[in-house]
Protein backbone atom coordinates (compact mmCIF):
# COMPACT_ATOMS: atom_id res chain seq x y z
CA UNK A 1 0.00 0.00 0.00
CA UNK A 2 1.09 3.46 -0.52
CA UNK A 3 1.35 6.05 1.96
CA UNK A 4 -2.06 7.76 3.07
CA UNK A 5 -2.22 11.48 2.63
CA UNK A 6 -2.72 14.27 4.99
CA UNK A 7 -5.76 16.69 5.10
CA UNK A 8 -3.35 19.22 4.14
CA UNK A 9 -2.32 17.36 0.70
CA UNK A 10 -5.97 16.66 0.26
CA UNK A 11 -7.04 19.77 0.36
CA UNK A 12 -4.78 20.82 -2.41
CA UNK A 13 -6.56 17.81 -4.36
CA UNK A 14 -9.94 18.81 -3.53
CA UNK A 15 -9.78 22.83 -1.89
CA UNK A 16 -11.14 24.39 -5.24
CA UNK A 17 -14.29 21.79 -5.71
CA UNK A 18 -17.26 23.62 -4.83
CA UNK A 19 -19.36 21.14 -2.20
CA UNK A 20 -19.74 21.39 1.89
CA UNK A 21 -17.28 19.07 3.21
CA UNK A 22 -15.33 20.05 6.26
CA UNK A 23 -11.51 19.04 6.33
CA UNK A 24 -12.73 16.11 8.42
CA UNK A 25 -15.47 14.99 6.03
CA UNK A 26 -12.63 15.04 3.72
CA UNK A 27 -10.30 13.00 4.99
CA UNK A 28 -12.96 10.89 6.30
CA UNK A 29 -14.83 9.70 3.20
CA UNK A 30 -10.38 9.43 1.67
CA UNK A 31 -9.62 7.39 4.38
CA UNK A 32 -12.87 4.79 4.28
CA UNK A 33 -11.74 4.66 0.07
CA UNK A 34 -8.34 4.03 1.33
CA UNK A 35 -9.21 0.72 3.79
CA UNK A 36 -12.21 -0.55 1.09
CA UNK A 37 -11.43 -4.00 1.10
CA UNK A 38 -9.94 -5.33 -2.66
CA UNK A 39 -12.43 -5.07 -5.48
CA UNK A 40 -14.80 -3.31 -3.30
CA UNK A 41 -17.97 -1.16 -4.30
CA UNK A 42 -18.73 2.65 -3.51
CA UNK A 43 -22.14 3.22 -4.37
CA UNK A 44 -22.91 7.27 -3.50
CA UNK A 45 -26.12 8.91 -3.87
CA UNK A 46 -25.73 12.66 -4.16
CA UNK A 47 -22.62 13.89 -6.02
CA UNK A 48 -23.05 18.04 -6.91
CA UNK A 49 -19.57 18.37 -8.27
CA UNK A 50 -17.88 15.80 -7.38
CA UNK A 51 -15.68 16.55 -4.30
CA UNK A 52 -16.57 13.58 -1.98
CA UNK A 53 -16.37 11.79 -5.30
CA UNK A 54 -12.61 12.80 -5.63
CA UNK A 55 -11.57 12.21 -2.48
CA UNK A 56 -12.67 8.74 -2.40
CA UNK A 57 -10.94 7.89 -5.32
CA UNK A 58 -8.08 9.32 -4.22
CA UNK A 59 -8.34 6.88 -1.35
CA UNK A 60 -9.22 3.71 -3.76
CA UNK A 61 -5.70 5.37 -5.94
CA UNK A 62 -3.43 5.68 -3.42
CA UNK A 63 -4.16 2.04 -1.69
CA UNK A 64 -3.89 0.79 -5.19
CA UNK A 65 -6.98 -1.30 -5.08
CA UNK A 66 -9.35 -1.52 -8.29
CA UNK A 67 -12.32 -0.51 -6.46
CA UNK A 68 -15.21 0.97 -8.22
CA UNK A 69 -17.48 4.43 -7.41
CA UNK A 70 -21.18 4.45 -8.89
CA UNK A 71 -22.10 8.00 -8.26
CA UNK A 72 -25.72 8.92 -8.71
CA UNK A 73 -26.77 12.50 -9.27
CA UNK A 74 -29.33 14.69 -11.18
CA UNK A 75 -27.06 16.57 -11.67
CA UNK A 76 -29.35 19.26 -11.81
CA UNK A 77 -29.27 21.70 -9.72
CA UNK A 78 -31.53 21.74 -5.90
CA UNK A 79 -34.04 24.51 -4.89
CA UNK A 80 -31.12 26.00 -3.12
CA UNK A 81 -29.02 26.49 -5.92
CA UNK A 82 -31.57 27.04 -8.44
CA UNK A 83 -31.92 24.85 -11.76
CA UNK A 84 -28.43 24.69 -12.45
CA UNK A 85 -26.36 21.42 -14.85
CA UNK A 86 -23.54 20.24 -12.51
CA UNK A 87 -22.59 16.97 -14.81
CA UNK A 88 -19.89 19.27 -16.81
CA UNK A 89 -18.14 20.42 -13.91
CA UNK A 90 -18.52 16.84 -12.13
CA UNK A 91 -16.57 15.32 -15.22
CA UNK A 92 -14.28 17.99 -15.27
CA UNK A 93 -13.47 17.66 -11.61
CA UNK A 94 -12.98 14.11 -12.13
CA UNK A 95 -10.52 14.17 -15.01
CA UNK A 96 -8.53 16.85 -13.14
Do not use: P, W
Not at 6 to 32: M, P
Not at 38 to 57: D, F, P, W
Amino acid sequence: MDKKKTIEQLNEIVGDIEGYLSDQEVFFLYEKAFELKLNGTIVEIGSYCGKSTVCMAQGIKDSNNEAKIYSIDTFGGSSEHGEISTFERFQDNLKN
